[in-house]
T-cell receptor, first 116, second 113 residues
């Protein structure tokens, strides 16, 4: 399968714990995005990587959130000291930016986080 | 500030009907308008997309109509089927920078047999 994959698919944690999510983009895609989606809302942008460089972060991304994309391949999103307000679906998307491409973002299945 | 307004919030149609979902935007820097379909517990899947220099695009039973002067676009689903029951998001992408995509708030469509 050549789509975007995310692990784990579900995560339940207690408030104050740290969690880490992984995203594997489509292999030739050079851009990777993280979004957060709460119930009844559209995805909200969190951060973006061009290859291994993190080039943009939303104001939604507090200091407790950190993302990495070592070697420009997979990416991880870590949330430290989780709060109940962090409960959401975390979506990863990837795209290919090159000549004669649309740069369309393709989404993974998401990681649903529940903070108790 | 919500840059992409989507309506209605929910929609119920009978099988074979033509649901229409409308979106409006304000930012003239948007250069690409995708629609995503999302089933419960799944990530959004690209359905169809259009550029502002095109007034209409059809792919199978899905049609986007685009009115650049009014800054409005809509999705029509022809001959809707129960399997089309999902949440639909319109989106708009910035032409510059990292091409940020802004999503509408979604329309939950139910197609009843």
């Amino acid at each position: 399968d050549t789509g975007v994959s995310q692990n784990p698919r579900h995560k339940i944690t207690k408030r104050g714990q740290n969690v880490t999510f992984r995203c594997d983009p489509i292999s030739e895609h050079n851009r990777l995005y993280w979004y957060r989606q709460t119930l009844g809302q559209g995805p909200e942008f969190l951060t973006y990587f061009q290859n291994e460089a993190q080039l943009e972060k939303s104001r939604l991304l507090s200091d407790r959130f950190s993302a990495e994309r070592p070697k420009g391949s997979f990416s991880t999103l870590e949330i430290q000291r989780t709060e109940q307000g962090d409960s959401a679906m975390y979506l990863c998307a990837s795209s290919l930016m090159a000549l004669r491409t649309t740069g369309t973002q393709y989404f993974g299945p998401g990681t649903r986080l529940l903070v108790l | 500030q919500q840059q992409v307004k989507q309506s209605p919030q929910s929609l119920i149609v009978q099988k074979g009907g033509i649901p229409i979902i409308n979106c409006a935007y304000e930012n003239t820097a948007f250069d690409y308008f995708p629609w995503y379909q999302q089933f419960p517990g799944k990530g959004p899947a690209l359905l169809i997309a259009i550029r502002p220099d095109v007034s209409e695009k059809k792919e199978g039973r899905f049609t986007i109509s685009f009115n650049k002067s009014a800054k409005q676009f809509s999705l029509h689903i022809m001959d809707s089927q129960p399997g089309d029951s999902a949440t639909y998001f319109c989106a708009a992408r910035n032409s510059g920078g990292y091409q940020k995509v802004t999503f509408g708030t979604g329309t939950k469509l139910q197609v009843i047999p």
